[in-house]
């Protein structure tokens, strides 16, 4: 038998994946764009935005300076930046952690994250979504819409900054219709919390709940 034929079986016994199926993307300065469809390493950047094209498959996506974007049924390990949001569309999964400091963070119906979701700055809103960990913020409002499922609880944290600020308005959280948050809901600073009569929440601590039972929650 062949030496070629050898390498061959190997590959195919192994389950190899061919080395550029798996390629890293890095840069300092620019964007990155992984193609609807394609499969990609860790993508990584300082200075610019990362967009994630309609089924495709990444490792890690990193920036500094720029939001993510995921389109629809794409998959990815954790999702980090420092200054910008990220945005999920339709029935994106998650291996990982979503996390931003300065952005807000959104996931539409039929996302899985399966790590924690959190942000010091901007709000987190999910549709109709699982999140395996924790929700966590500092100033940001937080809702948990219709149908979504937090496996873990929601946090809502001190500013542990030197740079004190004065919020202009307490954070907002809201439990839509049909959600549920099976950990405890802690809030370390004065929040609003609504819970839809027909949600299911863990055990309150630094708050009171207002019941609604209307579509949305009423406004401030």
């Known amino acids: 038998m062949s030496i070629a034929r050898n390498v061959l079986l190997l590959t195919l016994a192994l389950g190899a994946v061919p080395a550029f199926a798996q390629q890293d993307v890095s840069k300092v300065l620019g964007g990155i764009d992984a193609d609807a469809g394609q499969t990609y390493g860790d993508l990584n950047t300082v200075n610019g935005g990362i967009d994630i094209g309609a089924g495709a498959t990444t490792g890690d996506a990193t920036t500094v300076n720029g939001g993510i974007d995921v389109a629809d049924k794409a998959r990815t390990g954790d999702l980090t930046t420092v200054n910008g949001g990220v945005e999920l569309g339709r029935d994106v999964s998650v291996d990982g952690d979503i996390t931003t400091v300065n952005g807000s963070i959104f996931v539409d119906r039929g996302g899985k994250v399966e790590g924690d979701v959190s942000n010091v700055n901007g709000g987190i809103g999910l549709v109709a979504t699982e999140v395996g ?25 001190k500013n542990k900054s030197s740079v004190r600020f004065e919020a202009k308005r307490d954070p907002r959280i809201v439990i839509g219709p049909n959600a549920v948050v099976e950990g405890a809901l802690v809030f370390e600073r004065p929040v609003v919390l609504y819970v839809h009569r027909t949600a299911k929440i863990g055990p309150v601590t630094g708050a009171t709940a207002k019941t609604f039972d209307t579509p949305t929650a009423p406004k401030d």
């Open 133 to 157: 960990g924790d929700l966590r913020t500092v100033t940001g409002d937080i809702t948990v819409g219709v149908d979504s499922h937090v496996k873990g609880g929601i946090r809502i944290e």
